[in-house]
């Protein structure tokens, strides 16, 4: 049975079977004369098909005016029926055989035969097992009263269950052999097992319960949890109740046709019922699992407005307000909430009946003492409580801007959301509500809230990314363009940023001066070196508030890495000038052979004949920009040469001036030295 088909169930037990109990004080007097009516037909059966020791309700035409009780006859054989309702009467179906029986009674005139059907049923010849079997489970009951009483430190009518139960054990002894079969079948009809009233564990510090149903993380999970069981119980107290109403008015008034025996173990029955839902019922009311508010949605930093970045996600975290259930909820649009509230209602009626009914019997049930009647257990104003609500019950909606986007991914312990948008390229301000859906307990709240959509994310660090010491010739661009990358201060690479690029030195061209960060977070230019000097490029970005970037500028050179190798000097051109002035005549052509070798290696260190004079030597170098510096390890003699020319195949080393003297004359000489690059290496 679903929760929908209990709650409607448990509402058809309200309007049906909830006795006002016809218990007066000289009910001893017997079952009331019976009074003739006009003549009737309508009269429903609460069902035609039933069989002994089960509950039947007639439901009477509203003309109809009958006493308290009434005495039916089923083919000779009378059931005490009582007064349920202003038209419902209950009573118990007796012993009979199965067939078809004509229901008459004395002071209703039926137009016509009203026919009352006993299904088959097993019948019972040995009754022992059926009672030992209700003794057992009784029995597991009143313990596990006993058991939450300690827990709780409420003695909730114990001494008087355990009383009741006393005498039932008394009355077995005694009773007869028919008595016993007639309690088999009722024990039988309403059959029950301890464990189906009973919540699995309590902590009796927090009062907390776990119940045997499907276990929850949350607390309104809890409380589902809880209040489903709860509603179940009274199905079964409600029960309980009229039989043990419909059995111990019987006896009172006609306890020849019911023994005490049926009488006592139905109150008996009954009792422990309402003392378990009771108990139940007190803890239901101390869980706050019902959501009232979403206080406040925030971020790690704790901030109030929500800052997305595009295509980022962004962790947040929330505080609610549970509060428990209050008498309020009886008229909540939630049928979870409503049923709880109902079921609450109705035990107060019964217990306040089962008070009444209980001091009307007590001449019947020496030794038990004062039944105490309890009050309801749900609370007038709601105890609230702040908590972490579970995140797996969240979900958004009602976004402002269209063009935004947001995806929820979520579990119990967190929630993370993205934002994205094809349309906002701009900073964004747009609120979304944050729900919060519990289906159980059917509660929905929602919270709105306020965010900045960044549809450019600020830029927080610019790297090298590649094209940095790249192998160069004067006035050639270089073979692959300079990258740089742009990252956010998450690390997340960010779109369509602004990167500033200028020579620094050297003298080259630049194909962009201003570029953008594409997908990836890249931008690049082409470089083309200069002739003269150093060879040097930056790069820069900016903030949105016009401050650079963290790592601005970007310093980009060319490379050391393309002279290594081995190569051979294919030509020295020197040309003097005397005092400044260029005199062809002296310039000095000379062709080497082929072993002229001179080897750079990447560890700064070159070997070979000497570009100068040819003379074998070991020398360290060092590059920078356009610059080769070589050092001479024996002497520590420099020579500084500037790098013209550097491909993949040659390479163009110039002096950068030397002052001479030869016969007294000072002139200047240059030396243009020509290499190839060898391809056996």
């Not at 002071?107 to 079997?133: C, G, L, Q, R």
């Not at 972490?388 to 935004?404: T, V």
């Not at 289906?439 to 590649?466: C, D, F, M, Q, R």
Request: include cysteine.
């Amino acid at each position: 049975m679903n929760f929908r088909s209990k709650f409607i169930y448990l509402n058809l037990f309200l309007l049906l079977f909830l006795l006002p109990v016809a218990c007066k004080k000289d009910s001893e007097k017997g079952v009331e004369p019976d009074r003739v009516t006009e003549p009737t037909n309508n009269v429903t059966i609460s069902s035609s098909d039933l069989s002994p020791g089960q509950t039947v309700v007639l439901t009477f035409d509203a003309g109809v005016t009958l006493k308290d009780s009434v005495n039916v006859n089923l083919n000779g054989t009378v059931m005490p029926m009582f007064k349920t309702n202003q038209d419902q009467y209950a009573g118990i179906i007796p012993v009979i055989p199965e067939g078809t029986y004509q229901l008459k009674i004395k002071s209703v005139n039926f137009k016509e035969p009203i026919m009352f059907k006993v299904a088959p049923y097993a019948v019972i010849t040995e009754p022992k097992v059926i009672i030992d079997n209700y003794r057992t489970e009784i029995e597991s009951l009143i313990t596990q009263l006993r058991t939450q009483a300690k827990a709780d430190g409420n003695e909730l009518n114990t001494g008087f269950i355990d009383q009741l139960n006393t005498q039932f054990e008394q009355s077995i002894t005694t009773a007869s052999a028919a008595e016993k079969i007639e309690l088999a079948y009722l024990l039988r009809a309403h059959n029950f097992k301890a464990e189906d009233l009973a919540f699995s564990a309590v902590s009796p510090a927090t009062k907390t319960v776990t119940m045997s149903v499907a276990s929850s993380n949350d607390v309104a999970g809890r409380l589902e949890n809880s209040g489903k069981k709860f509603v179940g119980n009274m199905i079964l107290v409600v029960a309980a109740f009229n039989t043990s109403s419909v059995a111990l008015n019987s006896f009172m008034i006609a306890p020849n046709v019911v023994s005490g025996l049926i009488a006592t173990a139905s109150t008996l029955t009954m009792v422990c019922f309402i003392n378990q839902a009771v108990t139940n019922a007190e803890k239901i009311g101390n869980l706050p699992g019902v959501v009232s508010e979403i206080t406040s949605i925030y971020t790690s930093a704790k901030e109030s407005t929500l800052n997305f970045k595009k295509d980022a996600d962004l962790s947040l975290f929330n505080m609610g307000e549970f509060r428990t259930l209050s008498i309020a909820d009886i008229g909540s649009s939630s049928i979870f909430l409503k049923s709880v509230a109902v079921s609450n209602q109705l035990l107060t009626d019964i217990d306040s009946k089962v008070g009444s009914l209980m001091n009307s019997a007590a001449k019947y049930f020496p030794n038990l003492g004062t039944y105490t009647v309890s009050a309801g257990k749900i609370k007038a104003v709601p105890v609230k409580n702040a908590e972490e609500i579970p995140y797996n019950k969240f979900s958004i909606g009602n976004i402002s801007d269209p063009g935004i986007k947001l995806t929820v991914v979520s579990d119990e312990l967190q929630m993370k959301v993205k934002a994205t948008s094809t349309t906002v390229a701009d900073d964004k301000s747009f609120t979304f509500d944050i729900i919060y859906t519990h289906e159980g307990t059917g509660v929905t709240v929602k919270k709105t809230i306020s965010a900045v959509y960044a549809g450019t994310v600020n830029p927080a660090k610019i790297e090298l990314s590649s094209g940095n010491n790249q192998a160069m010739e004067a006035g050639k661009k270089l073979a692959n363009p300079l990258k740089v990358k742009i990252t956010d201060a998450d690390g997340n690479v960010v779109q369509n940023v602004k990167v500033e690029w200028k020579v620094k030195s050297g003298g080259g061209t630049l194909t962009l001066a201003e570029s953008v960060t594409d997908v990836l977070g890249i931008a690049q230019t082409e470089w083309t070196p200069g002739s003269t000097g150093t060879q040097e490029v930056e790069a820069l970005a900016k903030k949105k508030d016009g401050a650079l970037v963290a790592g601005s500028p970007v310093l980009f050179a060319t490379s050391a890495a393309g002279i290594v190798g081995r190569w051979h000097l294919d030509l020295m051109v020197e040309t003097g000038y005397e005092n400044g002035v260029s005199d062809g005549s002296q310039n000095i052509d000379n062709t080497y052979g082929p072993e002229e070798i001179t080897e750079f290696r990447t560890n700064g260190t070159m070997t070979g004949n000497e570009p100068l004079n040819g003379t074998k030597r070991t020398s360290t170098y060092k590059i920078s920009g356009s610059t080769l510096t070589l050092s001479n390890t024996a002497s520590g003699a420099a020579e500084i040469w500037e790098i013209k020319k550097l491909t993949a195949q040659q390479m163009i080393l110039v002096t950068k001036g030397e002052e001479r003297i030869s016969n007294g004359v000072v002139y200047y000489e240059t030396y243009e030295t020509t290499f190839s690059r060898l391809t056996d290496q």
